[in-house]
């Protein structure tokens, strides 16, 4: 089986050769036998390459890797493919965080005016991506990677159709945790998830029929045992009734979250250029200390995630098991190998809505429960939402459609909607701005 990753310079890439390497120990059945990456910039590529034969090392049946020289190339007989692009790359990421800090409103990657910002230099190119895919690999599987994850999936749906599947690691990490919470094995239990990327609600984790949620929510020790119980707190949690993604912590308690940004010394994009550049110099450097150096960097990137919304709760260090890195990278093995080998699971994925939520279009991109098989991804029956929770889908579905509008049709006043009618953007005014700071 061929995999291609597109983005193949990108940090996170050995991960998902890790993920590969395990694979290729227990010898598994339609394991991956070619690792294709390819990337606009060469340089990083090469040092990602050097990583990944550091890891290879002693693995007997590991894949072999081949770089690229071009997209077609690339794309060329492959049966999967990981799309991981970063437009703009981490510079890119810097300035579509500071500037809707220097406007008074919250800046980060996926959430917010920045989101909408990447957004908007991001479409037109994963459609491009999805075009060349329909042409040189139409029987290819696109598991799409790229932020922000769900909009850029809907974007490249309308090329792709079903063959196009968003994935994040986020649910996968809140479900481990709460079962880990409740002293459950995660494999045993059902759950009900629902939402958009970066936008949604466990509802439910039963075991043997029983719905565990309510138990988990009432006990305020337990609740403290993992990070979103730290981050929500059990008072609000009960309110709510249930366990919000991690990034909701930026609608919920979006004053505290836009001070502790705006006190930090440095945006999360800025730690992550700065920390970036220097490991691919070093590692450019001394290619055989690169694995060694990509380690240390991971381990150090892990520590710090959402460390704003941390010290925004209170300030707490993100438990030892949360740090292996291991998330996403296993969400795409295990669905590969589900529609590879008609092996069916389930996994909480970035689909077509179909008829999940009635208020929202067939077509529309929700994160939700599927069950997984060679016939792609299917959506699971779910519960209703609460009327906050459809609110909110809603208001950022809108946001997200007039983004790929404005991408895609050049329409400015579709921008300008998009910015402003975001809940963490409080004025047109503001939104204008914003756009303006940005050349759009």
Known sequence: ???????????????????????????????????????????????????LGAQAAGVAGAPAVRLAAGLDEALHGADFVFSAIRVGGTSGRVLDERIPLAEGVLGQETVGAG????????????????????????????????????????????????????????????VRRAARALGVEQAGAEFDYLGL?????????????????????????ALATFEEGKLFGARWLRALGALPNEYLHYYYFRRETFASLREAPQTRG????????DFFERATAEPHRAHELWQH??????ETYMAESRAASGGWQ???????????????????????????????????????????APHAIIETVCDVSAKGAQPLPS????????????????????????????????????LALHPLVDSPAVAARILERAGI
């Open 197 to 221: 990327n970066h936008l949604g609600w466990l509802r439910s984790l039963r075991v043997g029929g029983v719905d565990l949620l309510p138990g988990l929510l009432a006990d305020e020790a």
């Open 115 to 174: 989101g909408v910002l990447y957004g908007l230099r991001t479409v037109l190119v994963a459609m491009d991506i999805a075009e060349r895919v329909a042409a040189v690999a139409p029987d290819a599987w696109v598991i799409n990677f790229t932020n922000p994850a769900g909009m850029v999936t809907e974007a490249m749906s309308a090329v792709l159709g079903e063959r196009v599947i968003g994935i994040c690691d986020s649910p996968v990490g809140l």
């Open 297 to 302: 960097a991971r381990l150090q990137r892990e």
């Open 1 to 51: 089986m061929r995999l291609t990753i597109l983005g193949g310079g990108g940090f996170r890439v050995p991960l998902v050769h890790r993920a590969l390497l395990d694979d290729a120990r227990r010898d598994a059945p339609g394991r991956c036998t070619e690792l294709v990456l390819y990337d606009t910039d060469s340089a990083r590529m090469a040092v990602i390459a050097s990583v």
């Open 270 to 277: 800025e730690f992550l250029d700065r920390q970036q550049g």
């Open 318 to 360: 993100r438990d030892s098991c949360d740090l292996d890195g291991g998330g996403y990278d296993q969400v795409a093995l295990a669905l590969m190998r589900a529609i590879a080998g008609d092996e069916s699971t389930r996994l909480i994925l970035n689909v077509p809505n179909g008829s999940t939520v009635p208020a929202l």
């Open 383 to 418: 519960a209703p939402l609460r009327e906050d929770q459809l609110g909110l889908m809603l208001q950022l579905k809108a946001v997200e459609r007039a983004t790929i509008d404005a991408a895609v049709h050049e329409d400015h006043d579709a921008a300008l909607r998009a």
